[in-house]
């Protein structure tokens, strides 16, 4: 008994005494170890007479539990002041300024079609979306562009395999234009509508003007009595309130979509200065020119029957434009590359504030 009271009173006084986890293990390896202390006092117990047994085995197993409880109390204690000394240690002062500004900006682009749809909705649209998985009767047979088209050659479109075809037998394809939510629209909404659909679009075309991943919004009107006077005024309106400027001069030309009948390509006044394209002012003046800006018609005919609705009801225009292209033109970046590259010195450098929202009051890109 002397002896077991002898080790338990050595061993106790060890443990609290030991100054790190390594030396806690020590102990333990010592005292019920293979070849521990404790270990070979329970092997004796097999030698003993029942009496004998009786007598020393409760001493026994008791010193064996209490030695193991000390040794996890104190790897507790060990722990826990080592934890304090590397949370000392790591320590942040979360109530001192900030060393570094944060970084982070908002995409041209992104500020663009925030910019788009604050001046569309000033003037009654919607914000319309769709996939860019789209299929290829909304991307091109419902806008009238049939498979025997030269336009869906054209348009260097991203196919998917065969075997993505939908369940109505669709081929599948990345959108190579944000129109088909112009069909989508249609196909959901009850006339009137009016909308505009900002968004990704892709074609098979790399250089320095193009990217195979592009944006574009698209603009649709479905309505009675509609006619090119409302899409005239409505594009002079939405580009002077873009580029916030009064003498804004649009120079309709005709031209050819298959989704729209009569069609027209829109022509900006421009003027070169410092190599910079400004837009503003008569084309035709002295020192001015024409650039093609964006697609537009009256919506034919066959694309409102396409939708479901009774073209002699109702009427409607459309219009297309790259989102890029006009953020380039209002904020002169001169190369689309840079758009999608993600150079931290070009965000920052073209990049707006998060709390740069824009708003019609304040000018929409104060
Ligand atoms: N979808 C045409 C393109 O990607 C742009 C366009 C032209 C859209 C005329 C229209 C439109 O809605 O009326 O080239």
């Known amino acids: ?191 009137p509508i009016r909308i505009i659909a900002p968004g990704r679009v892709y074609r098979s075309d790399s250089d320095a003007t193009h990217t195979p991943m592009f944006h574009q919004v698209e603009g649709l009107v479905i309505d009675r009595g509609i006619h090119m006077g409302h899409l005239k005024w409505t594009l002079e309106t939405f580009l002077k309130a873009y580029f916030e400027r009064d003498d804004i001069v649009l120079r309709l030309r005709p031209s050819y979509f298959p989704f729209t009948e009569p069609s027209a390509e829109v022509d900006v006044g421009y003027k070169q200065e410092k190599g910079r394209r400004i837009v503003g002012g008569n084309g035709d003046d002295e020192g001015h020119a024409w650039m093609e800006l964006l697609g537009s018609g009256m919506v034919n005919r066959r694309v409102i029957a396409n939708c ?8 409607g225009f459309a219009f297309g434009v790259g989102v890029d292209r006009l953020a380039m033109l209002k904020y002169g970046m001169d190369d689309l590359r840079a758009f999608f590259d993600g150079d931290l010195r070009w965000l920052a450098h073209y990049g707006f504030g998060a709390l740069s929202v824009p708003t019609l009051s304040g000018g929409v890109s104060a």
């Open 308 to 315: 479901g609705l009774d073209p002699d009801e109702w009427q």
């Open 1 to 191: 008994m002397s002896d077991i009271e002898a080790i338990r009173a050595q061993l106790l006084g060890d443990i609290e005494a030991a100054a790190d986890a390594g030396a806690v293990e020590a102990l333990r390896v010592a005292a019920l170890g293979k070849a521990g202390s404790i270990t070979a006092l329970l092997k004796t117990l097999g030698a003993m007479s029942p009496e004998e047994r009786q007598a020393q085995g409760p001493a026994i197993h008791g010193l064996r539990e209490a030695v193991t409880a000390a040794l996890a109390a104190r790897k507790e204690v060990l722990d826990a002041a080592a934890l304090d000394i590397r949370l000392a240690a790591e320590a942040i002062d979360m109530t001192l300024p900030a060393d570094a500004s944060p970084r982070g900006s908002v995409h041209p682009v992104s500020q663009v079609m925030d910019e788009l749809a604050e001046i569309f909705a000033d003037m009654g649209f919607a914000v319309a979306t769709g996939p860019e998985i789209e299929d290829d009767w909304r991307n091109f047979t419902a806008l009238n562009i049939p498979e025997t088209h030269p336009a869906r050659a054209m348009h260097d479109t991203f196919y998917f395999p065969a075997q993505m075809n939908d369940a109505e037998g669709r081929a599948m394809l990345l959108r190579t234009h944000t129109s088909p939510v112009q069909i989508r629209t249609m196909m959901s909404q009850e006339p």
